[in-house]
């Protein structure tokens, strides 16, 4: 249930207006005061060409993403889940990758989490005065039983969001691994996290309208981030999804061409693996490569970890 009197467990006093536009996301540009004058062709390249500055500004930031990827490796590995915290547009960032690592990777339910103040009805509605409800952050993370194996992930531009600083300090204090994304350098955020990654990007395209460039950057930081966890997990082998489930007739199709790509094995001997295993493509591609049947590919998987190339006596994935 939403407070309004919740304790303040943020270090950061509240803001004024004055201290709002002192902050990178909120900088206001004058050279942009009349855009809406412009022609529409105009207004487009102008703010494609401050979209196409994000990834460079990510790029900068991967060194903090490695160390994140590898931490949240690390804690998965052992039992934990990555879980990620945030309000508005940074929640919905959250809870979007989390919901997609499933069908991608064949997470386990439950394995990857989005909270987003609010609760989920904010996925679709504003709650704008959720982000400052900071006790609210901690009862979620309590409800979903947090332990020191997880790892929390709080996003927010500014890096000063009450509910996703006060969110990342109580899962620090319960033993969890920490990660900060924000788009402002020194923020809160990034003092209560255990690894900072600052993606700074700049004063938008709108004064202040943090889901546009800054939006994109945490989009691009939590697609680094849980891909590269997943792929330290032993989830694909090489760039190939091949813990990807198969729901629907596209993904059978991609299923079979990415078990091809694998083993170059012919398309009928494909389609027999795959419904030899119940189109389960790692255990295809093992079959495929070695000859064993469905049990015997899905025990020496499980050994590995679900790991293809070390059930297939390939180097192994790299450590965490």
């Known amino acids: 249930m939403h407070r309004t009197d919740a304790p303040r467990l943020n270090d950061a006093p509240p803001l004024t207006a004055e201290d709002l536009g ?30 196409a500055r994000v990834p460079e500004a990510v790029h900068a930031a991967a060194g903090d993403i490695a160390r994140a990827a590898d931490l949240a490796a690390a804690r998965l590995a052992a039992g934990g889940r990555l879980v990620y915290l945030g309000a508005g547009t940074a929640g919905r960032i959250g809870v979007l990758d989390a919901s997609e690592c499933g069908p991608t990777f064949s997470t386990a339910p439950g394995q990857v989490v989005g909270l987003i103040a609010g609760g989920p009805r904010a996925v679709t509605l504003p709650v704008e005065d959720a982000e400052d409800d900071e006790q609210a952050a901690v009862e979620q993370l309590r409800a979903i039983g947090l332990t020191a ?39 809160p955020l990034s003092r209560a996290a255990e690894v900072a990654i600052e993606v700074v990007v ?63 094995a012919a398309p009928a001997e494909v389609a027999a693996a795959l419904d030899g295993c119940g189109h389960e493509v790692k255990t295809a591609v093992h079959m495929l490569l070695t000859g064993a049947g469905a049990d015997e590919a899905r025990a020496a998987l499980a050994a590995h970890g679900g790991a293809l190339r070390g059930a297939l006596g390939e180097r192994a994935t790299a450590a965490p």
């Not at 855009?35 to 401050?50: G, K, N």
């Not at 194996?149 to 509910?163: E, F, M, N, Q, W």
Request: with cysteine.
């Open 149 to 187: 194996r997880d790892v929390v992930c709080g996003i927010a531009a500014s890096g000063r969001t009450p509910y996703a600083v006060a969110g990342v300090r109580h899962a620090r204090a319960a033993g969890a691994a920490t990660v900060g994304v924000s788009c402002s350098p020194g923020s």
């Open 22 to 51: 002192l902050l990178a996301t909120e900088e206001h540009r004058a050279d942009r005061a009349e855009i809406d004058l412009l022609p529409t062709a105009e207004l487009v390249r102008l703010m494609t060409r401050e979209d």
């Open 202 to 264: 700049g004063p938008e395209f709108i004064t202040g309208s943090t889901r546009l460039k800054a939006g994109t950057a945490q989009k691009l930081v939590v697609n680094a981030l849980s891909t590269v966890t997943m792929i330290r997990l032993g989830k694909t082998y090489g760039n190939l999804m091949v813990d990807l489930r198969a729901t629907n007739d596209k993904l059978r199709r991609r299923s079979h061409r990415i078990v091809r790509l694998a083993t170059g």
